[in-house]
């Protein structure tokens, strides 16, 4: 099928789109919007009323349900409004977890979903029952290589548009030369781990992160707190303007995952930035960052604190320029049309 597709795009209902702060899922929403519609083709996001991104916006709900985040009860009302409002679209790419769900009770234009999180037993439950008739896009091959039965139609990973991440020089902020954690405040992101680190090196550490539900507070006062000094200081949750200037900064960015996280969008835009990525090899960690290229991958926290001072040996355009190559928005606009394509082709043959 070629020519122009309206697309309709479903976010889920607890991040506006973008995201004030953090949302790695809507700020890929995001990303993906504009990009489909540079690429000429109509879409039509079904999101909050908090949102704005710049394409046709649909809601039910009038703000992001942020603080309901994972209660059925919203994230259902809003499906359910998201299937009424897009019947007039040729495709649907749902990004909820009940939506592909809901979608087999009604009549619906053709529906895909991306499944954002870890393949667990309970979302491996989930979409073996949905996979054959909602085609199902992993975002790293990683993440699909867990999906045990459950049927993959495309590995898609995320993308950035670069031109909105200005490359910095790593020559640090006004008190001197940094290192950076971003994330979230959790034992899995690994904000304690980035801090010993940087203590270990003796090397000053900025940790900006999302620190909101009573886990992450638990986990911040336990773990991280007691780790803060006049060189390893907490800035807290920040915006994109300031995300992008703490990682142009930054000589590197300090992401100690220890779990398998399905993609890792800070360590792209950190690279955008030019900025290279210290990671472990978990999850999606080798598919993004090129070993001695653009960062390094470390076995464990001793060698990640040895590495920090080989970080002048990384070319800092070499990491601009992955981005460009690989992790680009257009670029991942493109495998979702390709994908969006494709199955509209198969309903015609069906029909």
């Known amino acids: ?202 090397v000053r550490l900025i940790i900006a992160a999302k620190m909101r539900e009573p886990w992450e507070v638990a986990y911040f006062n336990e773990k991280v707190a007691p780790l803060l000094d006049d060189r390893i200081v907490f800035v807290g949750e920040v915006g994109f303007e300031e995300k992008v200037r703490l990682l142009g900064g930054a000589r590197a960015l300090l992401n100690p995952i220890r779990w398998p996280e399905p993609f890792g969008m800070v360590m792209v835009e950190a690279m955008a930035c030019g900025t290279p990525v210290l990671a472990f090899p978990e999850g999606a960690a080798s598919e993004i960052v090129e070993d001695r290229v653009t960062g390094f991958l470390c076995r464990d926290e001793d060698e990640m604190a040895r590495r920090l001072s080989d970080v002048p040996e990384i070319d800092r355009q070499l990491c601009r320029s992955r981005v460009e190559k690989h992790f680009s928005s257009d670029r991942m606009a493109e495998d979702h049309l390709r994908l969006y394509r494709r199955v509209l082709e198969e309903r015609v043959r069906l029909a």
């Not at 309970?122 to 008739?133: M, P, T």
């Not at 459950?150 to 006004?174: C, L, N, Q, R």
């Open 1 to 202: 099928m070629s020519g122009r597709i309206r697309i309709g795009l479903i976010a889920p209902p607890w991040v506006p789109v973008p995201p004030p702060s953090y949302g790695g899922t809507e700020t890929m929403l995001d990303s993906l919007a504009r990009a489909l519609v540079r690429a000429g083709h109509e879409v039509v996001l079904f999101t909050t009323g908090d949102s704005t991104c710049p394409v046709e916006r649909r809601f039910e709900l009038p703000e992001a349900e942020t603080h309901r985040m994972g209660v059925a009860v919203p994230e259902l009302r809003h499906v359910m409004a998201a299937y009424e409002a897009l019947r007039d679209v040729d495709i649907i790419h749902d990004h909820t977890i009940i939506g592909p769900v809901y979608s087999q009770l009604v009549d619906s234009p053709p529906v895909v979903t991306t499944n954002h999180g870890p393949f667990n037993d309970e979302l491996r439950a989930v979409y073996r029952r949905v996979a054959e008739k909602v085609p199902l896009i992993a975002i790293s091959r990683h993440q699909a290589s867990t999906a045990g039965d459950v049927p993959v139609a495309a590995v898609i990973h995320h993308g950035v548009d670069p031109e909105s991440f200005e490359v910095g020089d790593g020559s640090g902020d006004d008190q001197g030369e940094y290192f950076l954690f971003l994330g979230r405040m959790a034992e899995e992101k690994g904000a304690a781990r980035a801090a010993e680190i940087a203590r270990r090196a003796g």
